[in-house]
């Protein structure tokens, strides 16, 4: 089973920063491209960015291009996301993920972390 723990939420005003960890104490962090999704209050969960293995190639959904920067220690099999210029809409239960090969994610979904921005 892949097993992640998320950490690093909490209560931010807008226009504030937080730095989100997701790490992996397995074996096969390296091999895998790695995603951070969120779910707002009563909505779907959708991506919000991705990286591959190496961490030379990253994607970000729209919402957040500019603001937030996925990165990875592969030495510490931690994945992070930098999150800048926090904006309400930004509230929401952040998860990682690790991806397949169409960089989609496996059904293994951790607690998640709740990241809250205040207007």
């Known amino acids: 089973q892949v097993q992640v723990a998320e950490s690093g939420g909490g209560l931010v005003q807008a226009g504030g920063s937080l730095t989100l960890s997701c790490a992996h104490s397995?074996?096969?962090?390296?091999?895998?491209?790695m995603g951070w999704f969120r779910r707002p209050p009563g909505k779907e969960r959708t991506v919000v960015a991705r990286i591959n293995t190496s961490g030379r190639n990253t994607f970000y959904a729209d919402s957040v291009k500019g603001r937030f920067t996925i990165s990875r220690d592969n030495a510490k099999n931690t994945v992070y996301l930098q999150m800048n210029s926090l904006k309400p809409e930004d509230t929401a239960v952040y998860f990682c993920a690790f991806l397949d090969s169409n960089w989609q994610p496996y059904n293994y979904w951790g607690q998640g972390t709740q990241v809250t921005v205040s207007s």
């Open positions: 397995g074996q096969t962090f390296n091999s895998y491209g």
